[in-house]
Nanobody, 116 residues
């Protein structure tokens, strides 16, 4: 089992920045890629960014490209740096771990609100 805990969410004005963190524990040896997803009220959950197991490859959604950056410093910690935030970035942000056994693990989510 893998446990994921997100932190760093909050309220920020348009144009501001936040850094989300995802801390993994448990059987972290089975973790392959990591990803950040978000779900706005009334909308489906969508991929924001994904990073490969060793951090050598990243994918970022077009809607956040150039503003958000995903990174990881080891098997335990993954980050999402969010800059130039817009009201449409308001959502609950979730961390997901993809295991080598094709099972996904999700965190509980952290709220990000962008409003003036």
């Amino acid at each position: 089992q893998v446990q994921l805990v997100e932190s760093g969410g909050g309220s920020v004005q348009p144009g501001g920045s936040l850094r989300l963190s995802c801390a993994a524990s448990g059987s972290i040896g089975v973790i392959n890629a990591m990803g950040w997803y978000r779900q706005a009220l009334g909308k489906q959950r969508e991929l924001v960014a994904r990073i490969s197991s060793r951090g050598g490859s990243t994918n970022v959604a077009d809607s956040v490209k150039g503003r958000f950056t995903i990174s990881r410093d080891n098997a335990k910690n993954t980050y999402l740096d969010m800059n130039s935030l817009k009201p449409e970035d308001t959502a609950v942000y979730y961390c997901k771990a993809e295991s080598v056994f094709s099972r996904d693990y999700w965190g509980q989510g952290t709220q990000v609100t962008v409003s003036s």
